[in-house]
Structure formats: C-alpha cells, structure tokens
C-alpha cells in the first residue's frame, strides 16, 4: 500500500476538452463583464462624482439672551387659628338635704338625678356610652345625660365614649 503523503502527486493529464469549448467560456466571461460595465454606468445618470472633502464655510451665532423686569412681590399674611382642645370639666352631684317636714306636692319623694352634659354633639344633645367621638373630643371626659361619667377612648378601631 502507498502512502498518499509521501508519494508525489500524479501529474495532471492534459485536458481533454476541444478547443472550441474553451473559446465559448472566454467569450461568454468577457460578454457578462462587459454588460455589468454598461449597467453600472447607465444607472449612474451621468452624474460627476462628489468629492469627499468638506470645504469650510462660515458660521453665524446670534445669540439673545432676554432678562426679565423684576415684577412686584405680593405678601400676604395669614394668621393661623388655634386648634380646639377638648374641654374637660368636672361636674360634682350634690345631694340635697330632703324635707321631713312639708311635702310640696309632687308625691314622689325621690329626686331628680339628671346631670348636666358638658360636651354635646353638634345638635346639642348629651353623648351616651358607646357612640363615636368626635375628633376634637379625643381623651376627653363627660356625663351622659343619667350623670355618669364617659371618657372617650380608643377601642375596637374607633373612637368610642365608653362608661370612666
């Protein structure tokens, strides 16, 4: 067996192919460079080439810088409103000392034991246990319309008037 890389190669053989065929690739190659050479110049247009150079021109900045008039300052002052507190006030319920001796003609014998509120809701009327407080009336403590003392206070995710 012959080694492939050490032998030299055969020699070529002699192309077989006529003569005339040969003339026919040659002139076929010419006629196909000769045709892109018309293409290419007829789709320039007869134009001139552009030269690639940048020639300088003059440049023109015009720059306007406009400075407005000071305009006349406007102060106006406000005063600012006190913020409401809540109200605490202490009511004392004195008992009075009964009559032994006359009866003025109401017949009962009992007292009436109505407090007086001192923190009202907007239509005037006395807060009882339970409701909601206003948000002025945050921490404050009052009387329900029975005497008793409420304090309004943060529980259950409101703000409640519950029994003090």
Same mark, same amino acid.
């Given at each position: ?50 030269? &690639?150079? #940048? $020639?300088?021109? %003059? !440049? +023109? *900045?015009? /720059?306007? =810088? @406009? ?12 005063? &600012?409103? #006190? $913020?409401?507190? %809540? !109200? +605490? *006030?202490? /009511?004392? =319920? @004195? ?70």
């Amino acid at each position: 067996m012959t080694n492939a890389y050490t032998t030299p190669p055969a020699p070529r053989p002699v192309d077989t192919r006529p003569l005339r065929k040969r003339k026919r690739v040659w002139l076929g190659g010419s006629g196909l460079l000769l045709t892109g050479a018309l293409i290419v110049g007829a789709g320039n247009g007869d134009q001139q080439p552009v030269a &690639a150079e #940048a $020639k300088p021109a %003059p !440049t +023109v *900045t015009a /720059t306007v =810088t @406009a400075t407005p008039e000071p305009a006349p300052t406007v102060t106006e002052t406000i005063k &600012a409103k #006190a $913020k409401p507190r %809540p !109200t +605490v *006030t202490v /009511t004392k =319920t @004195a008992r009075a000392a009964a009559d032994t001796g006359s009866d003025t003609g109401s017949g009962s014998g009992s007292q009436d034991t109505t407090g007086t509120c001192s923190i009202t809701s907007n239509a005037g009327n006395c807060y009882s246990a339970g409701q909601f407080c206003r948000n002025s009336d945050h921490g404050a403590v009052t009387t329900n319309e029975g005497g008793t003392r409420i304090k309004c206070v943060y529980s259950s995710n409101a703000w409640r008037w519950t029994y003090a």
